[in-house]
T-cell receptor
């Protein structure tokens, strides 16, 4: 049973466009929501993360929006670049640090 | 820059054979995780160690999988016997504290079972 649901499965965006990936969760014990970026043949790398007491966090071109009441959070990639082409995973953890990953979104940025 | 090391990077084996994967976490990281990532899916936790002790192995198929971290540093994950459904990427991650949210992943071992 997947505890974090992620959509879309894949998306194609033109260079300079905005990529938006959405995630939803049920477990209210989750208290940390990271996003990981994974390139083919590599392990996931932490991109950006947020805690539920904050509604938005921005780091460079990457922004997380968090809606605690709806139990949803999303990643926005502004000014998407070809180098952003990768698979993105949302995740959630409780106080024990056990990561529950979403199924992933493959992002392709076309030149 | 400190990294999690894993070997081998690729492993091809026949079903019913035994395989083993090795992980060396970032120096000083007390918590070590093994994940399995099936193609097209997110990683799923198999086992979590705090130093040399198993904290969570609820998702580890214990009839064929075993994991150890004898000295609380590097770790080995073993599968015996391997089955076709074990084909996946096996990822190791480490973090500095139990309950620490930031986990650092290694490059993984891609296992193919024929």
């Amino acid at each position: 049973q997947q505890q974090v649901k992620q959509s879309p499965q894949s998306l194609i965006v033109q260079k300079g466009g905005i990529s938006i990936i959405n995630c939803a969760y049920e477990n209210t014990a989750f208290d940390y929501f990271p996003w990981y970026q994974q390139f083919p043949g590599k392990g996931p790398a932490l991109l950006i993360a947020i805690r539920p007491d904050v509604s938005e966090k921005k780091e460079g071109r990457f922004t997380i929006s968090f809606n605690k009441s709806a139990k949803q959070f999303s990643l926005h990639i502004m000014d998407s670049q070809p180098g952003d082409s990768a698979t993105y995973f949302c995740a959630a953890t409780d106080s024990w640090g056990k990561l529950q990953f979403g199924a992933g979104t493959q992002v392709v940025v076309t030149p | 820059e400190a990294e999690v090391a894993q070997s081998p990077r690729y492993k091809i084996t026949e079903k019913s054979q035994a395989v083993a994967f090795w992980c060396d976490p970032i120096s000083g990281h007390a918590t070590l995780y093994w994940y399995r990532q099936i193609l097209g899916q997110g990683p799923e936790l198999l086992v979590q160690f705090q130093d040399e002790s198993v904290v969570d192995d609820s998702q580890l198929p214990k009839d064929r999988f075993s994991a150890e971290r004898l000295k609380g540093v590097d770790s080995t994950l073993k599968i015996q016997p391997a089955e076709l459904g074990d084909s996946a990427m096996y990822l190791c991650a480490s973090s500095s504290l139990a309950g620490s949210n930031e986990q650092f992943f290694g490059p993984g071992t891609r296992l193919t079972v024929l």
